[in-house]
Structure formats: C-alpha cells, structure tokens
C-alpha cells in the first residue's frame, strides 16, 4: 500500500522556524510533482509549494523569500523549510504526490498525508 507519511508540525512563536518532512512508502520508484497544501480553520486547501521531478519549484506569494520546498529523490522525501513564520500560517499541512511509477504502471492521480498541525503564536 503506498501512503504518505508527514512529520515535524508543532507550536512556534512568530519568527520562529520548523521544517515539514514528508516521505513516501510502499511500492513507488519514481515521482512526477510533490508539493505541501495547507488548510486553516474554515479555509479551504491551499497549495504553498511545489517540487517537479526536475526540481523545479513553485510557491505561493504568501509565502515567498520564507518557505523552501526540497526533495530528495531516492528517499522519496520532500521536505518544507518554513522561516519566519507567521500568525496567519497557522493551518493544517498536507504533502502532495501528483502522479508516480509503481514499477508496472503510472498512476495519474493524486496521494495526500494526513496532516501535521503548524501553530504560530504571536
């Protein structure tokens, strides 16, 4: 069974740093895009960043200069630096795959963690 296993959420005060670490098990030998979503209380999902395969990233304005978004490719990890966090990035993370190679077949769509809670007090 192939899941997503996310780790390194918690409680920091603004400024402050944490970094999200997301790894993929099961049967994958390859992965198209990985990217981090996150949702605030009565928000809906937002995406924060994405990885490509070739590593090639993209962010949301939002977070921009503060968040970086890396992967390690043969441990099937991506990973989320987040610097000088702020109040308003309080929000569940999700990690995202978007389309892998299980060695017989790609699959197109889409696999989700289950969340690590980020809390920035002020």
Same mark, same amino acid.
């Given at each position: 069974?192939? +899941?997503?296993?996310?780790? #390194?959420?918690? $409680? %920091?005060?603004?400024?402050? /740093? ?5 790894? !993929? ?13 996150? +949702?605030?209380?009565?928000? #809906?999902?937002? $995406? %924060?960043?994405?990885?490509? /395969? ?5 962010? !949301? ?62």
């Amino acid at each position: 069974q192939v +899941q997503l296993v996310e780790s #390194g959420g918690g $409680l %920091v005060q603004s400024g402050g /740093s944490l970094r999200l670490s997301c790894a !993929a098990s099961g049967r994958i030998f390859s992965i198209n895009i990985m990217a981090w979503y996150h +949702q605030a209380p009565g928000k #809906g999902r937002e $995406l %924060v960043a994405t990885v490509t /395969s070739d590593e090639s990233t993209n962010y !949301a304005d939002s977070v921009k200069g503060r968040f970086t978004i890396s992967r390690d490719r043969p441990e099937k990890t991506v990973y989320l630096r987040m610097n000088n966090l702020k109040p308003e990035d309080t929000a569940v993370y999700y990690c995202n795959v978007e389309g892998f190679y299980n060695g017989t077949y790609y699959y197109t769509g889409n696999l989700w963690g289950q969340g690590t809670q980020v809390t920035v007090s002020s």
